[in-house]
C-alpha cells in the first residue's frame, strides 16, 4: 500500500515535466507487465516473489524534480 502511495505521488510531482511524466509512465508499465507475467509470481526462501524483488528494482529508478533540476531517487 505504500509503495502504491508513494508511486502516485512521485508521479503526480512529475506531471509538470512532460520527460518525467513519460519516463515514470514507462516504469510504470514494465513493472505492470512483470506483475502480470505468471513467473513473476514465483518465491525466493526470502519469501519474495521475483516480480515484487523487480517492481523494487524499477521503483529505484523512478526520476522525480528536485528545485529546477531532474534527478534519480
Not at 508511486?7 to 519516463?23: H, S, T
Not at 523494487?56 to 529546477?68: C, F
Request: net charge negative; no cysteine.
Amino acid at each position: 500500500m505504500a509503495r502504491i502511495l508513494r508511486e502516485g505521488l512521485e508521479v503526480r510531482m512529475a506531471q509538470d515535466n512532460p520527460y518525467l511524466k513519460g519516463f515514470n509512465d514507462g516504469l510504470t508499465a514494465a513493472t505492470n507487465v512483470i506483475n502480470a507475467h505468471q513467473a513473476s509470481q514465483m518465491r525466493f526462501p526470502s519469501g519474495q516473489s521475483f516480480g515484487e524483488m523487480m517492481s523494487l528494482e524499477i521503483a529505484n529508478l523512478t526520476m522525480r524534480e528536485v528545485e529546477g533540476e531532474s534527478s534519480k531517487r
